[in-house]
């Protein structure tokens, strides 16, 4: 638009010089004057460009530049072409939509050594799960549920709304997963390890939780008024929960938990996560109306090395119920996927597991994770034999297919012949190997 | 008619008309900000005072399509155009630009042929490269525990500790990752060239990346290191000037810097070929050059430029002699036949952790 203006005020400087008289006998005087004239308008000219420059947001000419090198803060950033492209397939990347639906569709197929049908048909597979997942973060507010259908029972996994502070910290409202351990679970495999099935990892109970980080240390603080369902006697539940069952009357209520980590060398390539959890509720008897108490307090070591991950944890707990005569104080009576079991009232946890990454060029897989994973429960009443698990397997992502491919071992373990994690004396090492093949969107 | 009867006078109404009249303008089409801004001090605006032609300056976002339909419909309404190398090669091979007469560009000042004071690759059949940026890597030496000498000591985490900061791309990071593996500057896009040479280049930068903090504009790349996320980044050298004179105290590794170049071209089939490459040649003078890096931190073409510049601007410049001695050209042609391929499988390699994955389906 500029020079636009410019061309006009051109012509009206010609326009005068067309129509202005010229003696001709006095022609070089003459030119000269006009020469006189034409740079007076020139400057005059130059006046006028400048002011329009001004308005302009287009730069004005070089008599006005000092030789001042890089003069980057008049100019803005200093970008080039390259870099500008660059810059335009970065910022046309879109936004993610604040709200994503996801889900899984898993399938299973299994051969259990110790059981003569499995044998006979080498296994069997079906149907394992179906889920829906709805995530997702607007503003500061944040969403996360998981509903389950499986051919047992259709359950809410977790459900919770959280706000994110301006310092990162969120608190969360709604069932979600209690922090304590080893975190977000305790094992690599498809088929968990003794901890889950005693109910001390990938536990969702309905309480309000407190995250924070500050550096390298992190603390979860949390307050579960009682377990996710509102009612102690349901037992189509994802994690086992205390249940009220036959003689067993429990409930677990008003649980408190702190789980405090630090973790040395964080964001580097090698970090070592330690971390401290304790947990105390009341064990409300429906039958005396007592109350007993229950605690619980670990220790874990979560070190990521390179491609290497080793887990170690050490748990102790103990449920101390207020039962009427005749009932037995050496367990508690848990409950989950559609049926009960009992667990041994005192008892130790241990955890080692180790797993390595492989290296993948450019292969179909993107993810393939080896491991073992041992757990066993030590218990303190009850005389029981000590329960263990150990699965040895790999599991395998490409694209948005993943499985997992588990040899397990299990000794006087729940789900595997007579074991029981409540006394039981099974001391044969029984088998299963399991492939869990899953889509997930 | 007593005027006409006035040669002299005439020949001045003649001069004046000819602008006046808008018979010449000229369409340049180039990237906007900054850049064009340096570019309208340093040369359009003398172009436009020197010939009186009134240049028109329109924004792209690049590409070679706009000019490709141009050129095919013998409507072509841009007369020169700044694009990036890769495309310039990929517009020539299509036959959409004019070849470029070398000879006719303009000397140095002391003599110096134009072929003889351009960098090498800057003189293209089809075009005249004009500024050279690089990526180089950046650190805070008040920060860095012990400042990198050389781009092995970026790729050495345990020598160099602190976590680094690479573009979210192939680019650059193939180039450097081979580098630091051993494999001469000149060899590296012939090692690329190779399945083999890929993998290896995917194998160094497996060594590094849990410790690797990954950026998409240059703007995140400073941010990394101004807040010390990162101890050293890659980073285009331009963001690193602009950070130092917000009081930043960045420093840059210039070895193996790997540059690419913005290029003049002239769409075929234009009515004012000869004027823009009138244009062109102007716009490369040694004068021009200079005067446009009196605005932007990038490198000029001519050598002969950079002796315009004051020693301690020009040692901070890509094309300066001493930041060029293991300087990479980035092989425009090579990353435009390959470009789409490696960003697919570095992006399917980037989302594969190297740390055992702390969550899992379930």
Redesign the interface.
Known sequence: MA?GR??GL??A??AL??VAP?P?EA?ADE?AR?QQQ?EALQQRLEILERRLAAQDS??V??PE?T???????L??????????????R??A?PEPSPIRIGG?LRFNHFFREDVRDSRTRRGDSGFDLFRLNVDGEIRDIILSAEYRFTPDMDVIRSGWLGYRFADDSVVKVGIHRAPFGL???AS?NYWDGVPFYAGFS?NHDLGIAYERSDGAWETRLAFYKNEELGSAGTLARYAPDVVRQGDQQNEEINRFNARVAYTLGQ?????HEFGLSGQRADLLNATTNGRGSHWAAAGHL?S?C????LQLQGARYVYDPDNPPGVSNDSVRLGAFGTSFDLAAKGKLAVVNL???F????SWF??V?CYNNYSRLIKDVGGGRDSELNTVGC?V?AGPL?AYLDLIFARNMLFFGEGSLAGGDDDRWRSRFNINL?Y?W | M??L??P??LF??VL??V??A?ADRLTVV??????V??Q??GFI??F??ETGI???VLEY??GIDDVRSQVRAWNVRWDVV????FDAHRACRENLLVPFDHDTLPPAPDGTPAREDFLEGSLLRCGIGN?V?ATVVAYDHERIERAPERIEDFFD?QGF?G?RGL?R?PKVNLEWALIADGVPREDVYQVLDT?EG??RA??VL?R????VDWW????EAVRLLETGRVSMTSV?N??V??AV?RGETFSILWDHQVW???VWVIPRNGRRQELAAEFVRFATTTDSLA?Q??????GPVRRSSLEQ??PE?RRQLPTAEENMVTAIEGDAEWWAANLDRLTE?FE?WL????????????
């Open positions: 020079s410019r061309c051109g012509m400087v010609l010089l067309l010229f001709a022609e030119i006009l034409l287009r730069p000419r070089t530049l030789e001042t090198p890089f003069e980057t803060e100019l803005g950033e200093a970008v080039t072409g390259a870099e500008r492209l660059e810059e335009a970065a910022t990347v899984a975190l977000p679970f690599h990938d964001d580097t390539g090698c970090e979560d990521r390179g491609r290497w991950n797993a390595y990454n290296e993948l060029s450019d993107d993810q994770v599991s992502g993943y899953g997930y | 007593s005027i009867r006035r002299t006078l001045l109404i004046l008309l602008p006046a808008a180039s990237w906007g900000g900054a850049y801004k340096s309208m001090l605006l003398p436009e005072e009134a240049v028109d976002t690049g700044d694009m990036e190398l500024v940026a985490v500790p976590r573009r791309s399945e890929v993998d995917f194998r497996n590094i990346k849990p410790w998409r504009s240059g703007e285009f331009g963001r000037f602009d004179q690419f170049m913005d005067r890096m009196r605005y932007i931190p990038y510049i004051d601007i499988r399917r989302e594969r952790p190297v740390m055992v994955p702390r969550d899992r389906p379930n």
